[in-house]
């Protein structure tokens, strides 16, 4: 019996073929590194809100570096505790290594646009960043903000 496909699988296959279209586009090839710089996402120790930030909390989060483009693909859950439904908001995120050290940076909208109160959302995006050495705890500062209108 096959196991169902997931949200989170299908989405994934998204993104990597995204890249691989993106890459044919510019006359690339796609590589996620060789295969020994393989680097699975790795779970974060710690999520810090900043204090500009909507009482929403990040409750898990995760990246990984993706040694073709020196990006880090960060990706996470938020949670509302604003006391009040959440009608678009964007997040801004710092993720600083064990010692102290930022290593990437970046923002993006929270999905769904709207979250009751109490209720979940998701973000994720990529940021550019130098490739992380020796990184085996992690830190996200991030604030979350109404999103801007256009």
Request: glycine letters at 8%.
């Amino acid at each position: 019996m096959n196991a169902p496909i997931t949200f989170k699988v299908l989405k994934r296959a998204a993104f990597l073929a995204l890249a691989v279209l993106m890459a044919a586009a510019l006359g690339g090839c796609v590589s996620m590194g060789m295969p020994d710089e393989k680097q699975e996402p790795i779970t974060a120790d710690v999520a810090e809100m900043s204090a500009n930030s909507m009482n929403v909390a990040v409750t898990n989060y995760s990246w990984y570096y993706i040694n073709a483009n020196n990006h880090v693909n960060i990706m996470g859950t938020v949670v509302n505790q604003s006391g009040a439904p959440i009608n678009g908001a964007a997040i801004v995120v710092m993720l600083y290594d064990q010692n102290g050290k930022p290593f990437a940076q970046g923002d993006s909208y929270v999905r769904p646009t709207y979250i009751k109160d109490g209720g979940t959302g998701t973000f994720e995006f990529m940021a550019m960043a130098k490739k992380p050495k020796g990184v085996t705890a992690t830190r996200l500062v991030y604030s979350v903000r109404p999103q801007a209108a256009y």
